[in-house]
């Protein structure tokens, strides 16, 4: 039997954005324990050419959102990237798993062979059959940026492991 669409990506999406929202708890509860500015966290980065820390927050939230809706034909909400706090950035975690909660399996299943075009960049664009988008594109960009925004806020020494990343700390 062949997997579905919808359950290669919605749920994932959904597990891994709960993920996402657990850490923030945690960079949440460690500023206050030491005593700093969460905002401090907001701006830092891996390296200079690399997003900041917020910026790594909006575009696992919009990999998320936008890949559904690409494959789904459902149009996506437009959100502001206004965010500047941690308890902002876990809003926008929750109004895009509010936005994948109105998805309809049926909207994803089947459309492996669909024709998906997204930008790349700024002035290009990328054809991908729905599947391949899904696997090769949409899923990957989307772990990426969970995966920065960890690895941003362990070398800022928010104790953080592998449950906190791949279960959000529940068994």
């Known amino acids: 039997m062949t997997m579905s669409m919808s359950s290669a990506s919605l749920p994932v999406f959904r597990a891994m954005l709960g993920n996402l929202s657990h850490i923030l708890d945690k960079a949440q ?4 324990a030491k005593k700093f500015d969460p ?3 907001l701006n830092y980065r891996l390296a200079p050419d690399m997003l900041p820390f917020t910026r790594q927050i909006l575009v696992a939230c919009d990999a998320a959102k936008n890949g559904v809706a690409r ?12 965010e500047s706090t941690l308890p902002e950035l876990k809003a926008r975690i929750q109004k895009t798993l509010d936005y994948l909660a109105t998805v309809p399996a049926e909207r994803l299943d089947g459309t492996e062979d669909k024709e998906i075009t997204f930008p790349v960049g700024r002035e290009k664009t990328r054809t991908m059959k729905a599947e391949a988008y899904l696997k090769h594109w949409a899923l990957p960009n989307f772990f990426f940026h969970i995966t920065t925004a960890y690895a941003i806020l362990r070398h800022n020494g928010v104790e953080l492991g592998k449950a906190d990343y791949l279960t959000g700390g529940r068994s």
């Open 29 to 32: 509860a460690h500023a206050e």
């Open 39 to 41: 905002a401090v966290l």
């Open 71 to 82: 494959i789904s034909g459902v149009e996506a909400p437009k959100f502001e990237d206004t």
